[in-house]
């Protein structure tokens, strides 16, 4: 899990501290946070305010320029000190802006239409929770689980065994009767459901252990509800390791739970098919096989020599996929790398998209072409340009694929083995602006390849 990973320091007259203190202990241990808030660069909430109507129909991109664009940087991709000039998101606005990056309203809704659809989606989630709370009174509680859960014959629960519905662990009081709460329920699902709850709660408690947020117990108990009524309604997908690093900073950015809960939804519409597991492979393999394409269409001299190394299939970059690059970075760094791809891959359509069920490309169709461009972001317009739109294609695939590149003659002259090809180091120090400008050069690159092939 993700560690003491991070100092924060003053910039320009905002102390980052003061969003994301760090425990005192933490600090001699620290990873160094690049991120600088930049009076002018930075997306600020003057400039947010200012991106809405009367009404509330918002300019999403003049939002997206502003997140895009920034200052004077380094000119190398990596440096032992990189200047971060950077431009992103300004962390009193962060949460909100998020909630757009990533689809979960419409920049064209009035403000009185979002929040009947955030008062809507506050309900639903109560309603979910509380079907939750009836199988495990603990959620809700201000509590975690990380004991498995044992059934009323004080036996724990098994994946091999049928699943009587009842509920009974130590934390639970023993005077309430559980049976018969499930009976109309799937009882598979509701089985397989309690087997991962104290999973998510022993990562729960691991999640971000430097924040001093997370030193509070009914903070990580946010945590845990999030992630526990998520993979209940998700239950195709349920928990996989990895999804509280994605769902943490939602926790922490966002006060009222329900929303962190669709934001993370949100962010999950993204993400969950890197983490659909099965006995024989992994989600996240599509975008291993898609990085390994990349490569060998833009670098076939690499591609052979971690071929030659045993690491054609990439694994290497299976945690930077996994969770966007959340353990190699510092938090805040992180944060500021999301926004950067959100904004990046925005396309005007998401909103529709999630509500009605459709791909982009069949809602961009519907769409004014001029206006959808003008609209999209940096990333998703090459796409748009080229109809090149399947999701194992995100820009993280050619992120990692700019980060190989970076490393390309170390790679070749000293990697003996695949101990050599380690891209921890690297990813420690990169400039996320200049890290997704090289990734659009190769992006490029690669269409414009597999177009002539």
């Known amino acids: 899990m993700f560690g003491c990973g991070m100092i924060l320091k003053?910039?320009?007259?905002?102390?980052?501290?003061?969003?994301?203190?760090?425990?005192?202990?933490?600090?001699?241990?620290?990873?160094?946070?690049?991120?600088?808030?930049?009076?002018?660069?930075?997306?600020?909430?003057?400039?947010?305010?200012?991106?809405?109507?009367?009404?509330?129909?918002?300019?999403i991109a003049k939002v997206l320029r502003r997140i895009q664009r920034g200052g004077n940087a380094s000119p190398r991709l990596?440096?032992?000190?990189?200047?971060?000039?950077?431009?992103?998101?300004?962390?009193?606005?962060?949460?909100?802006?998020?909630?757009?990056?990533?689809?979960?309203?419409?920049?064209?809704?009035?403000?009185?239409?979002?929040?009947?659809?955030?008062?809507?989606?506050?309900?639903?989630?109560?309603?979910w929770k509380a079907e939750c709370q009836k199988m495990v009174p603990l959620i809700g509680s201000g509590r975690v689980i990380t004991l498995p859960i044992k059934n009323d014959n004080d036996q724990q629960l098994n994946a091999d065994k049928d699943c009587n519905g009842a509920v009974s662990t130590s934390s639970l009081d023993p005077s309430i009767s559980h049976e018969g709460l499930v009976e109309n329920m799937d009882k598979k699902k509701v089985k397989n459901w309690k087997l991962i709850l104290h999973q998510i709660g022993l990562d729960v408690v691991r999640t971000d252990r430097a924040?001093?947020?997370?030193?509070?117990?009914?903070?990580?108990?946010?945590?845990?509800?999030?992630?526990a009524v998520y993979a209940w309604?998700?239950?195709?997908?349920?928990?996989?390791?990895?999804?509280?690093?994605?769902?943490?900073?939602?926790?922490?950015?966002?006060?009222?739970?329900?929303?962190?809960?669709?934001?993370?939804?949100r962010?999950?519409?993204?993400?969950?098919?890197?983490?659909?597991?099965?006995?024989?492979?992994?989600?996240?393999?599509?975008?291993?096989?898609?990085?390994?394409?990349?490569?060998?269409?833009?670098?076939?001299?690499?591609?052979?020599?971690?071929?030659?190394l045993d690491g054609g299939a990439y694994l290497f970059a299976f945690r930077m996929l996994m969770v966007l690059f959340r353990r190699e970075l510092s938090f805040v760094d992180a944060l500021y790398?999301?926004?950067?791809?959100?904004?990046?891959?925005?396309?005007?359509?998401?909103?529709?998209?999630?509500?009605?069920?459709?791909?982009?490309?069949?809602?961009?169709?519907?769409?004014?072409?001029?206006?959808?461009m003008k609209q999209c972001g940096k990333f998703e317009k090459e796409k748009i340009k080229t109809g090149h739109v399947?999701?194992?294609?995100?820009?993280?695939?050619?992120?990692?694929?700019?980060?190989?590149?970076?490393?390309?003659?170390?790679?070749?002259?000293?990697?003996k083995g695949l101990d050599d090809v380690i891209l921890g180091e690297t990813t420690g120090k990169l400039d996320a602006k200049k890290a997704c400008k090289a990734a659009l050069k190769i992006q490029k690159k690669y269409l414009n390849k597999t177009k002539q092939s």
């Open 10 to 59: 003053r910039s320009d007259g905002v102390d980052l501290n003061a969003f994301y203190p760090v425990r005192p202990e933490c600090n001699d241990d620290a990873r160094k946070t690049r991120f600088k808030v930049k009076p002018g660069k930075t997306l600020s909430a003057r400039k947010w305010h200012a991106a809405f109507s009367e009404n509330g129909h918002m300019d």
């Open 78 to 127: 990596l440096s032992p000190f990189p200047l971060w000039l950077t431009i992103g998101v300004h962390p009193s606005i962060r949460g909100v802006v998020w909630e757009f990056l990533l689809g979960c309203f419409d920049p064209n809704s009035t403000f009185d239409e979002r929040n009947q659809l955030r008062q809507q989606r506050r309900e639903q989630y109560g309603i």
């Open 211 to 227: 924040l001093s947020f997370y030193e509070s117990e009914i903070n990580q108990a946010k945590l845990w509800d999030v992630l």
């Open 233 to 265: 309604v998700d239950s195709d997908i349920g928990y996989v390791q990895g999804m509280n690093d994605i769902c943490s900073p939602m926790v922490i950015l966002l006060e009222h739970e329900a929303d962190a809960f669709w934001c993370f939804e």
């Open 267 to 308: 962010a999950m519409r993204r993400l969950r098919e890197n983490f659909r597991c099965t006995t024989s492979s992994i989600g996240v393999q599509s975008q291993l096989g898609t990085l390994s394409t990349i490569i060998k269409t833009i670098d076939p001299q690499l591609h052979q020599h971690l071929e030659d």
């Open 337 to 372: 790398l999301w926004e950067l791809i959100w904004a990046m891959e925005y396309n005007p359509n998401i909103f529709l998209m999630y509500k009605e069920e459709r791909t982009v490309a069949e809602t961009a169709l519907k769409a004014d072409e001029k206006l959808l």
């Open 390 to 415: 399947d999701h194992e294609s995100a820009l993280a695939v050619f992120l990692v694929a700019s980060v190989l590149e970076t490393k390309n003659k170390a790679l070749l002259k000293e990697a």
